[in-house]
């Protein structure tokens, strides 16, 4: 089975970038498109970003557009998210999954989740 584990998280300035990173175990993920959701507090998951298994197409959420970057290296079983220009409202836990469909912003699989804290 396979296990998704991010990191990267952190406390940064409004204004500031941060990249997370998702590895995973278990099998290969270079098939199987790849997203990444947040929960803020007190609210619901969230779609953020998402990926075809080829790295050839992504889809982000309105509210990062321009800002994030998903990127994937399937050699390394890994996928990045990569964030500039953070605002205190990304303030959130961040999690990575696998996805049947890239453009159906729904996860299948999850990670554990990391922080990302963005001061004003």
């Known amino acids: 089975q396979v296990r998704l584990v991010e990191s990267g998280g952190g406390l940064v300035q409004a204004g500031g970038s941060l990249r997370l990173s998702c590895v995973a175990s278990?099998?290969?993920?270079?098939?199987?498109?790849m997203g990444w959701f947040r929960q803020a507090p007190g609210k619901g998951r969230e779609f953020v970003a998402s990926i075809t298994w080829s790295g050839g197409r992504t889809w982000y959420a309105d509210s990062v557009t321009g800002r994030f970057t998903i990127s994937r290296e399937n050699a390394k079983n890994t996928v990045y998210l990569q964030m500039a220009s953070l605002k205190p409202e990304d303030t959130a836990v961040y999690y990575c999954?696998?996805?049947?469909?890239?453009?159906?912003?729904?996860?299948?699989?999850w990670g554990q989740g990391t922080q990302v804290t963005v001061s004003s």
């Open positions: 278990g099998r290969t993920l270079s098939s199987t498109p």
């Open positions: 999954a696998t996805m049947t469909l890239a453009s159906s912003r729904r996860g299948d699989l």
